[in-house]
């Protein structure tokens, strides 16, 4: 999200969007907060992530990444 945007809810929106899609397919979503494009920090992501039901990945069988989000 472009500096100018952050804090305004779009994050957060599009966000939901994936989620609902995701849990319509049964599938989790896993992610691993990154500054690589653009985020001011990782801990910020990594709030922001929790704040929207994701948690740590400990199985780590199917994927490297940090979070997974299950299917509702």
Do not use: C
Not at 30 to 46: C, E, H, N, W, Y
Request: hydrophobic share 30%; glycine share 10%; charged share 25%.
């Amino acid at each position: 999200i472009p500096k100018e945007k952050r804090g305004t809810g779009v994050g957060t929106q599009v966000m939901n969007i994936i989620i609902d899609f995701a849990n319509k397919q049964g599938k989790p979503i896993f992610l691993t907060p990154s500054k690589d494009f653009g985020a001011s920090s990782v801990s910020r992501l990594t709030k922001f992530y929790k704040g929207l039901g994701f948690v740590k990945n400990t199985d780590k069988s199917l994927t490297r990444n940090t979070m997974v989000k299950y299917p509702d």
